[in-house]
């Protein structure tokens, strides 16, 4: 048990998927782990344990932004032993050729700052995937014949950006999506030396102002999850 996780030695598998909306961390787990048990309700972020395909597996909600994720990964790995921690979740097109419904396979993720920053000075770290994992997502998402795009994504530490000029470079330089958690949790792995990796659904665009319709999410989120599954059990 740590101060925000309520799990008991045990109670997590060494496999997490990790997204931020702890609603959909219940979902994911009814819809795709075989006897799933609520391993953690603390401060409302749940966590679930079941199996899928015979493995043992976690789905536990890591909330919005760098800052959250950080405490629920920090604490998975150093008191729970997870070895690999992919996030599932949304995120927003910012290249033409990306469509809503797509998914992002995250290969980096840059950002202006995270909880790590601190730790690195004036050097600029660039946080990656485990490329075992990025690969094993790859050919899981072209045997479903899911559209799936794999590079660099941004990870923003606000939700509600004023920054036209920013998105104009990320666009620039060939930056697929923006959402907020995946590259402190690509340098959380780094540091412990785990797996890590992002696999994303677009669902809405900064360009276009396109939105996926709430009624169409399951489905495309369902995509995501079992690239995700498929990943790790590799």
């Known amino acids: 048990m740590t101060v925000h996780i309520g799990a008991a030695k045990g109670q997590i598998a060494e496999t997490v998927l990790m ?16 006897n799933a048990e609520l391993v953690n309700e603390v401060r409302g972020m749940l966590g679930f344990t079941g199996s899928w395909k015979g493995n043992h597996v976690t789905i536990q909600g890591s909330g ?22 992919i996030r599932i979740g949304s995120c927003g097109g910012m290249q033409r050729h990306v469509d809503v419904r797509d998914v992002i396979i995250a290969m980096t993720a840059t950002t202006i700052t ?15 995937a485990d490329y ?5 997502a790859v050919t899981a998402a072209e045997s479903k014949g899911t559209k799936a795009h794999v590079g660099g994504i941004y990870s ?6 004023e920054r036209p000029d920013l998105d104009e470079q990320m666009v620039r330089h060939g930056i697929l999506a923006v959402e907020m958690e995946a590259a402190e949790l690509y340098t959380l792995a780094a540091r412990h030396g785990r797996r890590a990796l992002a696999v994303l659904t677009v669902s809405d665009h ?6 996926l319709p709430a009624e169409d999410r399951e489905k495309t989120f369902g995509d995501m999850v079992e690239i995700a ?3 790790a059990f590799a």
Do not use: H
Not at 68 to 76: M, P, V
Not at 132 to 136: F, P
């Open 19 to 34: 997204p931020g909306d702890p609603y959909r961390a219940k979902w994911a787990a009814e819809t795709f782990l075989e």
């Open 64 to 85: 919005m932004g760098m800052p959250s994720l950080s405490i629920y990964a920090n604490e998975l790995i150093t008191t729970y032993g997870a070895q690999t921690l």
């Open 114 to 128: 995270s909880p790590s920053s601190g730790f690195f000075k004036e050097i600029n770290y660039a946080p990656c």
């Open 132 to 136: 075992g994992l990025l690969a094993a």
């Open 156 to 161: 923003s530490d606000v939700f509600y950006a």
């Open 206 to 211: 900064l360009q276009t102002g396109e939105a």
């Open 229 to 231: 599954l498929e990943a």
